[in-house]
């Protein structure tokens, strides 16, 4: 039997399962991936809370959809996806390094050169799906203010655990933390 965890978010019901991270902590497992249907509920209500922006960037891989809806329907017709490789095409990438809440190990994100030409002199909204320790929303920041960016909004669809008490970010719904 797998404990649960209910999340009402946009009008709609997902049961998460909760997922032991280590002998201290638990958490909601939260995977938007292949939701289209969150993703179109959630998105609209994530836009109205935005101020004015002229880019939206957020971390690889499951804040993507996201990303992609909340452009389409803001009229955006670009986003920037912090990659979190050095991939082969890239041409003197802006790196940082991130130990975020999900991973076992530090990794990095990664801006490469042509998103860093598009965030120069840019307000730009971070979107990520959750917000947790806030680690990897940081190194994002960094970027973009490295990148030569204006961070103005940092948003997601949950906030979990204490980074629901932030006031300098915009998120839909709580999502709690187990122990």
Do not use: C
Request: proline share 3%.
């Amino acid at each position: 039997m797998f404990i649960q965890y209910t999340l009402k978010i946009a009008g709609l019901t997902r049961k998460l399962p909760i997922i032991r991270l280590n002998e201290k902590l638990s958490i909601a497992s939260f995977v938007v991936l292949g939701d289209a249907e969150l993703i179109q509920a959630a998105a609209p209500l994530l836009v109205s809370k935005l101020p004015e922006v002229d880019l939206l960037v957020g971390a690889e891989a499951k804040g993507i959809p996201l990303l992609h809806e909340m452009s389409r329907l803001m009229g955006l017709s670009r986003y920037v996806v912090v990659r979190k490789s050095i991939k082969a095409y890239m041409q003197n990438a802006m790196v940082d390094v991130v130990q975020s809440i999900t991973t076992t190990s530090e990794q990095i994100m990664v801006l490469d050169r042509l998103d860093v030409d598009r965030i120069k002199g840019k307000r730009v909204a971070l979107i990520d799906d959750v917000i947790s320790t806030g680690s990897s929303l940081a190194t994002m920041d960094r970027l973009v203010e490295q990148a030569g960016g204006y961070v103005v909004a940092r948003a997601a669809l949950l906030a979990e655990g204490d980074a629901s008490l932030r006031d300098d970010i915009i998120f839909l719904e709580k999502l709690p933390i187990f122990d």
